[in-house]
């Protein structure tokens, strides 16, 4: 009786087809990171609980989300599968500063893990790529995590994206001179909703007349007048949404309020590092009304959608923090990072046809040609791969035709073939598996060159 | 109160200065995996419990040792943790084989856990780089094997290394002409303790005199005789170990059992593929009294030590086996892999004083110097990377000596400063942090050649 071969419910297998291109792009962000001075850590995927559910380390949801761990001897309820690379950070932070030193700049990529009702295209296991600097507040470190997100999804071959920015002080600023400064929390979840419900709905719910099901416990409590909260809208959303060109005008409206000053410095600063980098403007959008994480970040905040793709959601968000270790230690030590969703990411890429669906990594299949010695080919792949050139063997020398239907469906851009008159004379035939055009009897050196050729062209 | 930021008891941090050797030598491994055809597949970390402790897909101390896994709501005991990457490969053969087709090669690296007992250098997490061919019986495919073994190692710099050979074929062929064919894993079990209790005391086992902590429950039936034991031990201890030179001999005393000569000739094939692909000879040996793995694979079968680090036991392991997924499917796929054990590797190089021990991933950082506007070294670091070289801004502008304190802790080859006159003249001084010699006023693109050179030279 066989054991049925089935993943676990929410989780999945992921074939050649697409752990192909997810490699490239992996191995993108790595170089990526690493230009710019990130550095790798590694954490364990299995934390103890304690870290994991500490309080404030993650929300309610995501903990009831939580995967216990248990082993023979172990005790119940002590450890857990990581529900983000967050959390382990600033435990790994609290633990490893003093001989690490800052600033420091790290990234980790990895799997987390979150018992979310299965559901198409969300899975209870999946990839995050994060990057932080910890120990500086310099607007330096918060225009680099902008440069970092442009340069690794210019790499990765997303052709147009934009990268909204906000402050939080800017609305801190803001609702403290409109005298509901204690507010913000509430605020926020307003504004969130903007882009699904619409302004007025949002002046209603600021107003304490929110309906629907997505009513708060304290909804039926005004937080600001409609003329406060029409004037509040007025400025996040008909002014505070565009291009660097808008800022002269948030200056001036918004010039007087110390904190929002300080937060549009701050952008504006941003954006002339930007531009000195050469990241294009075009890129790049302020966003007043962005208010997903402000609850959690302090200063500037990201987001990144895929233009003509924005109903995939951000792929690529983050923020400044004041403190990322307060659950582990006294010390303050303030930071900004951000974490590309590398799942979402090559399902919207996918979807776009911008994936290159291809069953190998190599261009060439050597063919094991009936009659021939088998260290014929198997010496020529050995001195493709020596030049640079991958290539595969076909391990059986069965019929020829059959080793090239192989090669044409795993998407092998050649085929050398050796038959026993090439092999008397050391020469080799050349096979273009989507043209079928062949080149005969070409010398070792010849081979290489055509092939390089060929494939610095078609790459 | 503060949570202890401790890891869970045998679990780790990977920190920068070991992670950055470690992520070079993955980059290596997928590399050459890459460029052999060998493609990537991912499984989950998290299987159902069956899967992973069907009859046979485990050894008994494996499945204490499993973690298991529940989350709110899911009944316990139906999912853990793998704790290896080949049981999930079958169940991945077995379901997705259909729509791939053979041969398939695939690699795989991955965190595997078990719950040992914690001991210095061993994790209960830990990674493993396993890569198959399945579809094949060629001996091609085992070649390629110890090739990929061989480049892998190679490319990761270690300096010298032997791949031990054998083939489970030339045993049963022998025991089968001494009568005792029913006996290979008593057998077995005997010579794989030779090096720790010497020839004698295998003799002794194998006649049913064993004594000691080691005694089976059936250690006193005889196998055979003393005669018999020690003409055994003759064949593949004093004439089983040695280069290929030892084949002829071993032909003639074995060539009339037709099993073991299919073994042996078997290791002559892989032998000569192996010279026609350049992988030196002095890197290999047969030893016919390696046993270990013999019980579960069928053909060939490979360990590899690091030559003077033999105490670190085989880095690299693998062989044939007849059937990867008879746990799921009645197809029967023959196969052949390795897996190489990438932390005792690592460990062993450490050890060894072969990695470099680097906190940063560039070898530029660009100060950040007060007065001058941070668009500046901002700027020059986004130009040195598009040059290709990495560079990292420090964030603050603090006293200069402080920052170049920082790059040498850090290990950055050269510091990039721009004062407020070479601003003003568009020139850049580059120090050297190891000599501190300093070239001062160098325009950007000598910067980027006088750099370029030296770390063409330098690596």
Known sequence: MSIDPRVASGLRDIPPALAIPRERMLASFRSTFSSFGFVPIETPHIERMEVLTGKGAGSDEVLRQIFEVTNKGGEAGKLALRFDLTVPFARFVAKHINEIGVPFKRFAIGSVFRGERPAKGRFREFTQCDFDTVGTESSIADAETAQVIYTALTKAGVPAFTIALNNRNVLDGLLEHLGVAGQTGRVLRALDKLAKVGQDAVVAELQGKAKGDEVETDANTAVMSEDQARRLLDVVVEQGRGGVEILPNLETLLGHLPQ???????????????????????????????????????????????????????????????????????????????????????????????????????????ANFPGVDATVPFGVAARLRAAGIGAEVYPDPIQVGKQMGYGSTRGHRFAVI?????NTNGLFNLRDLSTR???????????????TAALGAGQ
Chains 1, 2 share one sequence.
């Open 260 to 366: 929002a000053k300080a937060g549009l410095t701050n952008l504006r600063d941003v954006f002339n590092l930007l531009g000195a980098a050469g990241v294009s403007e075009s890129s790049l959008k302020i966003d007043l009304a962005l208010a997903r994480g402000l609850d959690y970040y302090t200063g500037i905040v990201f987001e990144t959608t895929v233009n003509g793709w924005e109903r995939f959601g951000s792929i690529s968000s983050g923020g400044r923090y004041d403190n990322l270790v307060s659950l582990f230690t006294d010390r303050r030590l303030p930071g900004v990072g951000a974490s590309i969703g590398l799942d979402r990411l090559l399902a919207l890429m996918e979807e776009a046809g911008w994936l290159e669906a291809k069953a190998t990594t190599v261009p060439i299949m050597v």
């Open 418 to 422: 050796v038959g026993p008159d090439e």
């Open 437 to 451: 055009q062949e080149q005969k009897g070409l010398s070792l050196g010849q081979l290489e060159s055509v092939v």
